[in-house]
């Protein structure tokens, strides 16, 4: 089944107890999952035009009161049915209400897939995508006026309207072939040049615009993973202070994402914990796994966690001959057992080393090493910037690149025209200029670029 037969749902609201806890659900099928659900007047939930209405939301259990507001396709964000459930704000109440959902057939949604539907659907483009992320992100009330520039099409009206101008232009050149100099469909390559100068003027206009605005920071992003009861809760909590992730004896306790905040050299750190590689897995855990991969390929750097008493890698590795994760680091766990095994020569085939996550012993290795590895320290541990870059700042750089790649194409065409080139030279020079335009809103962005940024987003995003 595609992404675009499933319906979705996901927590919406933040993590934690609140007033109210929101509920999203969107796809083909959200009023009919609402109305199985809920019902108003001891009646089954009718849904009809755009609005909200009172009800009351049976999990299976019991009732809970909801707000339920109703937005039909194309006029919601993600231009799908989409059902909005406000419902008590208890974790306990909204999990059992989610878990309700899924049971009648919806999937859980992956991180930011909301926001990606928008995307694909043709509701927002990238730029916009990017504003959502940075505005979620945004800690500085600069970085807030950034990300709300780009939200509301700062960057994409100057693109768009650049664009049309473009194509306007190229019109304006490949009707003029058909037409020798005398006749009225002729356009002088003065007047083409003229126009080339003035969309010139407007590129480096949108050029300072984004490169003066602020870049979004994006904290550096470490990912635990490894097999299944490998340790990965245990050292999760070990070194963040703001979260818990459950621990228990027994494998396949992680199964949804927990992020916290690390401290590296200084530096904070997200640091996501993500259920035991498993690729058998069916059903939830197999959903689990998917949701898991994303994680790792959003990461700047894995944390690939091994029991020291049952070494095994699930046949899957983050770094090494073969591992297509991107930069990664063995964390040797459960050294402080009687029996735990040292890894053999050559067995792991990248960096590695041993700790205890119930003990803490080498944890202040595995920070220097962590420090290291995303350059957030030099030699003489002074702070320093991530050498790696988040996708949100990758997105910016990528900005940047495609307006400079536009301006260097139309001043390239404009000097062929006036040195009397051809007339389909520069015309084939507006399109370059025209494509590099295209990757900022998205229409050609590669396909690995879009899962490592929608994976950024939180649930229900």
């Not at 945004?138 to 049309?164: H, K, N, P, S």
């Not at 029996?339 to 792991?348: F, H, Y």
């Amino acid at each position: 089944m595609t992404a675009a037969e499933t319906t979705i749902a996901a927590i919406a609201s933040p993590p934690g107890p609140g007033l109210r806890g929101v509920i999203r659900i969107s796809g083909a099928r959200a009023r009919e999952l609402a109305a199985k659900c809920c019902r108003v007047d001891g009646r089954a939930l009718a849904l009809a035009g755009r609005g909200l209405c009172r009800a009351r939301f049976d999990d299976g259990v019991g009732e809970q009161p909801a707000l339920v507001l109703w937005m039909p396709a194309p006029s919601s964000y993600t231009r799908e049915d989409v059902v909005e459930l406000h419902l008590a704000g208890a974790p306990p109440l909204l999990a059992a209400a989610l878990r309700r959902l899924f049971e009648l057939g919806a999937e859980p949604a992956a991180p930011g897939e909301f926001t990606r539907r928008a995307f694909l659907n043709g509701r927002i483009d990238l730029t916009r995508a990017e504003g959502v992320l940075a505005l979620v992100q945004a800690r500085t009330e600069g970085e807030r006026r950034a990300a709300a520039a780009l939200l509301f099409g700062g960057l994409d009206q100057r693109t768009a309207a650049l664009r049309d101008g473009l194509e306007a232009l190229r019109a304006l050149c490949e009707a003029s072939l058909d037409f020798d100099e005398g006749d009225t469909g002729h356009v002088p390559a003065s007047e083409l040049a003229a126009g080339a100068r003035r969309l010139g003027a407007a590129l480096c206009e949108a050029r300072s615009w984004e490169e003066h605005r602020e870049a979004p920071r994006g904290a550096p992003r470490i990912v635990l993973s490894g097999a299944p009861n490998a340790g990965k809760s245990s050292l999760f909590n070990r070194l963040c202070r703001d979260a818990r992730a459950i621990v228990d004896a027994g494998a396949g306790t992680t199964r949804d994402r927990v992020a916290g905040s690390w401290h590296v050299a200084g530096v904070e750190c997200l640091l996501v914990d993500t259920a035991g590689v498993d690729p058998g897995a069916a059903g939830l855990e197999g959903r689990a796994q998917v949701h898991a991969a994303g994680e790792r390929d959003a990461a700047d750097l894995v944390l690939w966690v091994v029991d020291a008493m049952r070494p095994q890698l699930a046949g899957e590795s983050p770094i090494g001959p073969g591992g297509p994760m991107g930069p990664g680091l063995y964390v040797w766990n459960k050294i402080d057992l009687p029996g735990a095994a040292q890894p053999s020569a050559g067995e792991l085939p990248g960096p590695w080393l041993a700790l205890s996550a119930r003990t803490g012993q080498g944890v202040p290795a595995l920070e220097a090493a962590v420090a290291r590895a995303l350059g957030l320290a030099g030699e003489s541990g002074a702070r320093a910037a991530p050498a790696a870059m988040g996708a949100a700042r990758e997105l910016a750089a990528r900005h940047r690149r495609a307006l400079a790649e536009a301006g260097e194409e139309l001043e390239r065409g404009l000097a062929e025209l006036e040195r009397g080139a051809p007339l389909d030279q520069f015309a084939e020079s507006l399109r370059r200029a025209t494509d590099a335009l295209d990757r900022i809103r998205g229409r050609t962005t590669p396909e690995d670029l879009l899962d490592r940024i929608f994976a950024q987003f939180c649930l229900g995003k």
